[in-house]
């Protein structure tokens, strides 16, 4: 139990540096000009992030982390779609939340990103259907987090 | 992979081998800085020996350095450094000499196996999302994070790998992997299945193209011809997209209801994939 204890924390951990990673690229605005830089961070962190999980016995658990994984992985993808990235200075304040804040206390910064989309981004945003299901994302990451802990 | 494993044993046993039959006769220090220091600089990444050969040759200097002036009398430390110059270029040369492996052809072929893997994985989540088949999504995800982990050319990413072929590689390497984050992507959509009837067809239709072409892009690896021309499926995925539009016309219904927000992130998913694998055709015709 105790070393399952250890092994969630470690995953967990690399999940969350690999979500940061993402985040600052939607905060530094600077992807199309050090595209091959992020992308072999990202890579290299997803492989700690696959090594950490395949560490974990508890089939549950796991399942969880892996289902984890996989919403970072998609919440990334953003960085392909979005044409503009000056969209993001709309949401500079709230990513910078979501960035500092600790991983099972998420809860108020994305609903303050959801405020914002609400509000701004619906209008903003050439796509906004690309925002909310980033933001459902956020969300799920959120209560499964909630779960584990 | 195997192949490679034994090359790579057979080159350092020889190696070793010369190491120890040198250190014998001509060292000047003791008999084990040389083949260790020969053994040591050839644990490099594929297609960068000179260059990570070269760096643990001076760190090794370093440790010789520390290792004459802190554990043991300075007065051999010269004799120590030449051992072990020695030994560095004798497991450097062999690297690049002995059983060289074509960086081209191991790149070639580790991309097709991960991409057999990726159309696989492809088809098992189409089936979650139609048929809600679990089990082989779930399989053949290990089998793909398995061979991320392990199997993974990334020793095309090292510092020092060949200049000639560095960018060309290291591109194709960007868009594989992009393929594999939209393939856990499209996993994690495909856990909330859509129920509408309307939609299997269309997405079938959007499927089956896919993985074709993911296919072909294998068979250009692997440089066999094509029989026929790549074909685009970007008809079925416009059509695809009218149909899930026609279902749920406005944004406020989609954000009413969690898995068709799913879909709709599926689909772009979907759109993603095809450009990404028309970069790699694109990729491979300039070669």
Redesign the interface.
């Known amino acids: 139990m105790c070393i399952d204890a250890i092994t969630v924390k470690i995953a967990l951990h690399k999940i969350r540096k690999l979500q940061k990673i993402f985040l600052k690229i939607y905060l530094n605005r600077d992807y199309r000009n050090r ?2 830089y992020y ?2 961070k ?3 962190q ?2 700690h992030v ?2 950490a999980i ?1 560490w974990i016995w508890n089939v549950q658990l796991a399942t969880v982390l ?2 984890l ?3 970072v ?2 919440q ?2 953003l960085r ?2 979005i044409e503009d990235y000056s969209t993001f200075e709309i949401i500079d304040q709230e990513l910078k939340a979501i960035l500092a804040a600790k991983i099972n206390k998420l809860e108020k910064p994305i609903a303050a990103l959801e405020s914002v989309y609400a509000n701004a981004l ?1 209008v903003a945003a050439a796509d ?3 925002f ?2 980033f933001i ?1 994302l956020l969300k799920n990451f959120q209560a499964d987090v909630c779960k584990i802990a | 992979m195997q192949d490679r494993i034994i090359k790579n044993i057979l080159r350092n046993l020889i190696v070793l081998i010369i190491a120890c039959i040198i250190s014998y006769f001509f060292a000047r220090s003791e008999t084990f800085w040389l083949p260790m220091a020969a053994l040591f600089v050839m644990q490099v990444p594929l297609g960068s020996a000179v260059r990570h050969g070269l760096e643990r040759f001076v760190l090794l200097l370093v440790v010789v350095f520390i290792f004459s002036y802190v554990v043991q009398s300075p007065y051999s430390l010269y004799a120590r450094a030449a051992d072990v110059t020695i030994g560095s270029l004798l497991g450097i040369a062999g690297n690049l000499l002995l059983f060289p492996v074509r960086v081209d052809a191991e790149f070639r072929r580790e991309i097709s196996l991960i991409l057999q893997q990726y159309s696989n994985y492809l088809n098992s989540i189409a089936n979650l999302l139609i048929l809600k088949e679990v089990t082989p999504a779930e399989k053949q995800r290990k089998i793909v994070e398995t061979s991320f982990r392990k199997h993974f050319p990334d020793w095309v990413y090292a510092m020092g790998f060949s200049i000639t072929l560095r960018q060309g590689h290291r591109h194709f390497l960007v868009l594989v992997d992009k393929i594999a984050q939209l393939l856990f992507a499209m996993h994690y959509a495909a856990r909330y299945p859509i129920e509408n009837s309307m939609l299997i067809e269309p997405l079938k239709n959007v499927i089956s193209p896919a993985q074709e072409m993911l296919d072909d892009i294998i068979q250009l690896i692997e440089l066999k011809p094509l029989t026929e021309g790549v074909e685009d499926f970007e008809e079925e995925i416009t059509i695809l997209d009218n149909v899930f539009k026609n279902v749920t016309p406005q944004l406020d219904l989609i954000e009413n209801s969690e898995n068709y927000i799913y879909f709709a992130a599926f689909i772009y998913d979907l759109k993603d994939l095809r450009l990404t694998m028309l970069k790699l055709l694109e990729a491979l015709s300039l070669n």
Request: glycine residues 4%; without cysteine; hydrophobic residues 35%.
């Open positions: 595209h091959f992308e072999k990202i890579h290299q997803m492989q696959l090594t395949n892996q289902r994984f996989q919403n992985i998609a990334g993808l392909f779609r619906t906004p259907l690309q909310y299901i459902k």
